[in-house]
């Protein structure tokens, strides 16, 4: 990329050992940002009676996290290559470790807000810089290796509501935030002491659109923003109109900007519309498995009247069964089906998940088997729908990074929308069962209705 020159750091001292030791923290570090991602989940009713808050505004702990993500990790990359790898992974660090601390310290729902969103631009800050490290130590094996260090991020999907059930049910909602804190400080000592030392800075600075970032990060806010305080019982006319018309006026303005940059966001977008279609799918996609249906715990509560322990293992059952189908996918189906057939198999699977999960359990049937199978049903069809990751890079092979980066802002942008949008909608309803359930149904259905965009998605070596 013009303007950036990455050098290469030089091999950790205490040579194969050190770098083992660099390799387990770095497993333990990517696993932190995992376990906050889902952990929060499963408190959101005690957050709420505890802050004294409305549920619009609780979820924006959840969707403020996916924001901060969405921003982090562009710039974060950047950083990384010119002011050194050590330096950016240990200052993101440790702003993931203090911002987790005031999280659990926060006296209200706008202090928490607030600090979550430190918490996330720490989280997928360190991300891009532990994986370059990795990649750098490790030679021939690096691919391998940083496969290892990504394999661990579900781990934290299937542990994150479990001990988040586990705090709120038996300890206290504000403990959530501090189960990463031994972990933080282990790995800040241990990798402090191993990480090679970083180069020098470039003297021409860091080459990153903060302008374009400040106006993608406000957008989105002022969206979010505007959808919450719809969420309101009596909500002020002029501030959401102001929010909303701020969204809709910064949206082109980022694209403006990103069009006149030097170094844009994510440069070099592919104009194709087989790129944009997919897209689509890919806010679609966000919008459920990382969105809405993170909301199942809070359902489970309300509608059922589940314990918080218990509601969390929900979302246990759907990253397994995720996990299991896209492994399953990827080794058995992909070859013999190509792309769109798995993808629109999972699609159908994953609407029926949907689609039950939103009716009433059955007479006879227990409510916690019952989402146990719905949600089971959910994440099969998510994990089976797997090549919809990977199907955007036959259409520019030479661009992978470029469309990694974009393939996962659209599919963050899905999540916060969906999350925004069920939170106002619960917190506007008198039953926030019903809001919740009609949120799945109408989701599952424009699901099932984006279904026929699959036929545009490339299969393999067809190069779109």
Same mark, same amino acid.
């Given at each position: 990329?013009?303007?950036?020159? *990455?050098?290469?750091? !030089?091999?950790?001292e205490?040579?194969? /050992?050190?770098r083992?030791?660099?390799?387990?923290?770095?497993?333990?570090?990517?696993?932190?940002?995992?376990i906050?991602?889902?952990?929060?989940?499963?408190? #959101?009713?005690?957050?709420?009676?505890?802050?004294?808050?409305?549920?619009?505004? !609780?979820?924006?702990?959840?969707?403020?996290?996916?924001?901060?993500?969405?921003?982090?990790? +562009?710039?974060a990359g950047?950083? %990384?290559?010119?002011?050194?790898?050590? /330096?950016?992974?240990?200052?993101?660090?440790?702003?993931?470790?203090?911002?987790? &601390?005031?999280?659990?310290? *926060?006296?209200?729902?706008?202090? #928490?807000v607030?600090?979550?969103?430190?918490?996330a631009?720490?989280?997928g800050?360190?991300?891009? *810089?532990?994986?370059?490290?990795?990649?750098?130590?490790?030679?021939?094996?690096?691919?391998?290796?940083?496969?290892?260090?990504?394999?661990?991020?579900?781990?934290?999907?299937?542990?994150?509501?479990?001990?988040?059930?586990?705090?709120?049910?038996?300890?206290?909602?504000?403990?959530?935030?501090?189960?990463?804190?031994?972990?933080?400080? &282990?790995v #800040?000592?241990?990798? !402090?002491?191993?990480?090679?030392?970083?180069?020098?800075? /470039?003297?021409?600075?860091v080459?990153?659109?903060f302008?374009?970032?400040?106006?993608?990060?406000?957008?989105?806010?002022a969206?979010?923003?505007? &959808?919450?305080?719809?969420?309101?019982?009596?909500?002020?006319?002029?501030?959401?109109?102001? !929010?909303?018309?701020?969204?809709?006026?910064?949206?082109? =303005?980022?694209?403006?900007?990103?069009?006149?940059?030097?170094?844009p966001?994510?440069p070099? #977008?592919?104009?194709?519309?087989?790129?944009?279609?997919?897209?689509?799918?890919n806010?679609?996609?966000?919008?459920?498995?990382?969105?809405?249906?993170?909301?199942?715990?809070?359902?489970?509560q309300?509608?059922?009247?589940? *314990?918080?322990l218990?509601?969390?293992?929900?979302?246990?059952?759907?990253?397994?069964?995720l996990?299991?189908?896209? %492994?399953l @996918?990827? $080794?058995?189906?992909?070859g013999?089906?190509g792309?769109?057939?798995?993808?629109?198999?999972?699609?159908?699977?994953a609407?029926?998940? $949907?689609?039950?999960?939103?009716?009433?359990?059955?007479?006879?049937?227990?409510?916690i088997a019952?989402?146990?199978?719905?949600?089971?049903?959910?994440?099969?069809?998510?994990? @089976?729908?797997?090549?919809?990751?990977?199907?955007?890079?036959?259409?520019?092979?030479?661009?992978? =990074?470029?469309?990694? =980066?974009?393939?996962? $802002?659209?599919?963050?942008?899905?999540?916060?929308?969906?999350?925004?949008?069920?939170?106002?909608?619960?917190?506007?309803?008198?039953?926030?069962?019903?809001?919740?359930?009609?949120?799945?149904?109408?989701?599952g259905?424009? @699901?099932?209705?984006?279904? +026929?965009?699959?036929?545009?998605?490339p299969?393999?070596?067809e190069?779109?």
């Amino acid at each position: 990329m013009p303007g950036i020159v *990455s050098v290469p750091p !030089s091999p950790p001292e205490g040579g194969r /050992r050190a770098r083992e030791v660099m390799f387990a923290g770095a497993c333990l570090a990517v696993l932190m940002p995992s376990i906050d991602q889902t952990i929060v989940a499963t408190a #959101l009713p005690t957050i709420t009676r505890a802050l004294h808050t409305t549920l619009a505004w !609780s979820v924006w702990t959840v969707s403020v996290y996916q924001l901060g993500m969405v921003m982090a990790t +562009p710039i974060a990359g950047r950083l %990384s290559d010119t002011l050194g790898r050590r /330096r950016t992974f240990l200052a993101f660090v440790a702003l993931f470790t203090a911002s987790s &601390v005031l999280c659990g310290l *926060s006296a209200n729902v706008y202090m #928490l807000v607030g600090f979550r969103l430190l918490e996330a631009l720490g989280g997928g800050g360190f991300t891009p *810089s532990i994986t370059g490290l990795v990649a750098d130590h490790f030679g021939a094996d690096r691919d391998r290796r940083v496969g290892l260090v990504m394999g661990i991020v579900p781990l934290g999907a299937l542990v994150g509501p479990a001990i988040g059930g586990v705090v709120v049910t038996y300890l206290s909602w504000r403990l959530i935030f501090f189960v990463n804190l031994p972990l933080s400080l &282990v790995v #800040l000592t241990v990798l !402090s002491r191993v990480l090679p030392r970083s180069p020098r800075p /470039r003297a021409d600075g860091v080459p990153i659109d903060f302008l374009g970032s400040g106006l993608l990060c406000a957008a989105i806010l002022a969206f979010m923003l505007g &959808v919450s305080q719809l969420g309101d019982r009596h909500p002020a006319p002029l501030p959401v109109a102001l !929010s909303l018309a701020a969204a809709a006026v910064l949206v082109p =303005g980022f694209s403006l900007r990103q069009k006149h940059t030097r170094f844009p966001i994510f440069p070099a #977008l592919p104009r194709r519309r087989v790129f944009a279609l997919l897209n689509v799918l890919n806010f679609l996609y966000g919008a459920a498995s990382i969105g809405a249906f993170s909301l199942v715990p809070l359902y489970a509560q309300v509608r059922y009247g589940i *314990s918080p322990l218990e509601a969390g293992l929900f979302l246990t059952v759907r990253a397994l069964t995720l996990a299991a189908m896209t %492994s399953l @996918t990827s $080794m058995l189906l992909l070859g013999r089906l190509g792309y769109r057939r798995p993808i629109a198999i999972g699609y159908l699977v994953a609407v029926t998940g $949907m689609l039950l999960t939103a009716l009433p359990s059955p007479p006879g049937t227990a409510p916690i088997a019952w989402l146990t199978l719905t949600t089971a049903l959910y994440g099969s069809g998510i994990g @089976t729908a797997m090549p919809l990751n990977v199907a955007a890079f036959q259409l520019m092979p030479e661009r992978i =990074g470029a469309l990694t =980066g974009i393939r996962m $802002m659209f599919r963050q942008l899905g999540a916060i929308t969906s999350l925004s949008i069920a939170g106002a909608v619960t917190a506007r309803n008198a039953s926030p069962a019903t809001a919740l359930a009609s949120v799945f149904a109408v989701l599952g259905l424009l @699901t099932l209705a984006a279904m +026929p965009l699959i036929r545009s998605v490339p299969e393999p070596r067809e190069g779109g």
